[in-house]
């Protein structure tokens, strides 16, 4: 007796589609208290032919040999003429590991064990290898590692070693502001040797404005990217980031404050 095949949905009543709203809403309705309660009344005698039919092989001592069978369910054959004992669906479901889980794999079904050595923590696994160094994507837990970002080898990143990516990099990550006007003056070319941006806040005396530039060189091509001006009741400070490796400078004027967060 095949298992009671599902009967299709009808499309969804959608009313930016009018034009089938109104019939696709009714055949909905139907199918809701029609064909699906029918299907499921159907599904209901299937089981429960399944599971007298099993009761009675049992009952009747007709059935398989139990040897090696540990964990495999007994269910009725198709054509209906005997019991039988199979395995669990691979695949459709995690099952208990003892220590881990059960993974599926190109090879099949393999158990993970996520409390030996390096596999402590969960994980989601996908290709081969031992329970003790199982493959994510094509890359062993033995060959992880930190990797300079231009690599595009696939690797497996902790997230102590992504902080730490995070805190070499980012602007403000353990920075602080301290006064560099003792140390620096207008129209000297300086460069950003800190391996990460660092921003830059100046104030003039000058008053006429004071361009805040940045250049890849530190020769040409120099980009304005600030302006600091103090005349008056006019008064503009010049702020800007600088990237890795650049140079900045300010053209020309007394220096009042200069500020670097690195």
């Known amino acids: 007796m095949p298992i009671p095949a599902r009967p299709p949905a009808p499309p969804p009543a959608l009313r930016s589609n009018p034009e089938t709203f109104s019939a696709n809403a009714e055949a909905t309705i139907l199918y809701q208290w029609g064909a699906f309660p029918a299907w499921l009344e159907r599904i209901a005698r299937y089981t429960e032919a399944q599971a007298e039919a099993a009761l009675t092989a049992a009952l009747g001592g007709a059935l398989p040999p139990l040897a090696g069978k540990a964990g495999q369910f007994l269910r009725v054959k198709e054509d209906g003429s005997a019991p039988e004992l199979v395995a669990r669906p691979a695949g459709d479901q995690l099952e208990a590991a003892g220590t881990g889980i059960m993974v599926k794999t190109s090879g099949g079904v393999v158990a993970r064990s996520l409390t030996s050595g390096g596999n402590n923590g969960i994980q989601i696994l996908y290709g081969s290898g031992s329970a003790g160094d199982p493959t994510i994507n094509g890359i062993t837990r033995t060959q992880a590692q930190w990797r300079d970002p231009s690599d595009t080898t696939e690797a497996v990143l902790s997230p ?11 602007l403000g990550w353990g920075q602080a502001w301290p006064d560099t006007a003792a140390s620096r003056s207008s129209g000297t070319v ?12 100046v104030r003039t005396s000058s008053g006429s404005p004071q361009a805040l530039q940045v250049s890849l060189n530190g020769v040409s091509g120099w980009v304005k990217i600030g302006e600091a001006l103090n005349s008056g009741s006019d008064k503009r400070e010049a702020f800007g980031i600088m990237p890795a490796d650049h140079f900045y400078r300010l053209t020309s004027g007394g220096i009042e404050e200069w500020t670097e967060l690195r």
Not at 160 to 170: F, G, N, T
Not at 190 to 201: C, D, M, S, V
């Open 160 to 170: 102590a070693k992504l902080a730490a990516y995070r805190d070499a990099r980012m």
């Open 190 to 201: 300086y460069q950003n040797t800190t391996g990460r941006p660092i921003a830059l806040f």
